[in-house]
């Protein structure tokens, strides 16, 4: 059989080998978490809570500002010490309101479990979904709400579920999916009724057989695809997958509303699904902790807003002085320069890679072999739009369409000639947005 798929992308080593099979470890409370703010795209929220106020685990402690935000929840139960900017993984220090924990993990009585899915409206779900704190925990971070309100004639035939987990590293989806499957499914039926969708597909690339069979079988008899896809990267991008899913195309710089689909990731399902049979919003999340910096590589369930210094003690420390750490995997997370930065919404995995991994040898010139261009999954010509970015053209890289460029980093993992395409690209498109808005 013929697995689906999407034209071009590589294939980067997995290297998911040390804990795609660890079953998911919850990691003990920390003594105190950060929670910013800002940790979803759009507005950051607002807290209704202030210093020196006891909190309890779920409670709401900031709301949701505008449409594109969300509200932020306690993930502990403690007092409010500080409501300050503090580190984040966006390299600045960003307003966050911080919890000393009181060691009673207290939770809150307004939480309602046990929603039944039949009894609810598309609209109370919708509302439900902005209540619990939902983004996108692949990594994008955007609001969930937000996609079940499609613009004015626009309807939602299909719901997609992203469980590749395409990026080298991570396997968090895969343990989630083997897991908590029945949570994942509930999540997807609630999305599905909020859209009034008449399909859900679950993508789930080959090389996870057992998530594959156990989503088969929660799925049984239900309008749901589970989806096997090839193992391609980056095959979890939303474009990507909804080729690979339904064969269509979204339009250049077009949402994939244009296409009748939303896509979501799987553990956004499933903390739906959570928040419908607890009542406990977004509060915590499952993260992989890896590479070969790290001496006890896990799956971890962590509360929102603990330090990465915590979960990487958790995980045995450094193994020797680290050469990078990553918030995410390989091809697309920040790369970070400190250790006081809490797990957000959004955070899927820290990646500790050794100084020797790190140490390359520098860029030689483009020798116009055109590998970047047969893999850029959006036809793009990477090695013109690094020409361009290099030398500040500005104007002929946005002819070439630097800003459909989604920052897959394909290009740059391909380049013979080691080219910072992903970079360069990156900075120039950074320079154009700020230019446009200067106006
Ligand atoms: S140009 Fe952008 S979208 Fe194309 S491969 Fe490079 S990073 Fe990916
Ligand atoms: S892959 Fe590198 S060397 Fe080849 S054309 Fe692209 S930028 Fe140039």
Same mark, same amino acid.
């Given at each position: 059989m013929r697995l689906r798929t999407f034209k071009k992308g590589i294939h980067p080593p997995g290297n998911k080998e040390r804990t795609a099979s660890l079953p998911i470890e919850v990691l003990p409370l920390p003594q105190q978490v950060v929670l910013p703010l %800002?940790?979803?795209? %759009?507005a950051p929220s607002e807290p209704v809570v202030s210093v020196g106020a006891q909190v309890l685990t779920g409670q709401k402690i900031a709301e949701a500002k505008g449409m594109v935000s969300v509200p932020l929840h306690a993930s502990?139960?403690?007092?409010?010490v500080a409501i300050e900017p503090r580190p984040h993984a966006c390299g600045q220090l960003t307003p966050a309101i911080v919890i000393e924990n009181d060691g009673n993990e207290r939770i809150s009585s307004e939480l309602v479990s046990n929603h039944n899915l039949d009894e609810l409206s598309a609209e109370q779900i919708k509302d439900l979904i902005k209540q619990a704190g939902l983004v996108g925990m692949g990594g994008a971070a955007f609001p969930t709400h937000v996609k079940y309100s *499609? *613009?004015?004639g626009k309807q939602i035939e299909y719901v997609i579920l992203n469980g590749a987990e395409c990026e080298p590293y991570l396997t968090c989806d895969h343990r989630l999916m083997v897991e908590r499957s029945s949570d994942l499914i509930l999540g997807l039926l609630a999305f599905m009724k909020a859209a009034k969708a008449q399909k859900g597909f679950i993508g789930v690339e080959v090389n996870k057989p057992d998530a594959i069979a156990n989503l088969k079988q929660a799925a049984a008899g239900l309008p749901i695809e589970v989806l096997p896809l090839q193992v391609k990267y980056p095959q979890g991008e939303e474009k990507m997958l909804i080729y690979a899913a339904t064969g269509r195309v979204v339009p250049v710089g077009a949402l994939p509303i244009e296409t009748g689909v939303v896509v979501n990731n799987v553990a956004t399902a499933a903390a739906l699904g959570e928040y419908l049979r607890t009542g406990l919003p977004l509060v915590s999340r499952i993260i992989t902790v890896t590479g070969q910096g790290i001496p006890n590589p896990k799956n971890v369930e962590v509360r929102l807003g603990t330090l990465i210094e915590d979960v990487i003690n958790y995980c045995g420390g450094f193994k020797e002085p680290p050469g990078r750490i990553i918030l %995410? %995997? *390989?091809?697309?997370g920040p790369a970070q320069y400190r250790l006081d930065i809490p797990v957000m919404k959004g955070t899927s995995g820290i990646l500790v890679q050794t100084r020797a991994e790190v140490e390359k040898p520098d860029h030689a010139p483009c020798i116009r072999c055109g590998r970047c261009v047969d893999v850029c999954p959006y036809n793009l010509l990477p090695n013109y739009l690094g020409d361009y970015a290099e030398h500040d053209k500005l104007g002929e890289a946005e002819k070439y369409g630097i800003l459909d460029c989604r920052e897959c980093g394909s290009c740059t993992y391909i380049c013979p000639s080691r080219r910072p395409l992903i970079q360069l690209i990156k900075n120039a498109k950074s320079k154009i947005m700020a230019s446009r808005k200067k106006g």
């Open positions: %800002g940790q979803h795209l %759009g502990i139960s403690g007092r409010v *499609p *613009p004015p %995410g %995997g *390989p091809m697309t």
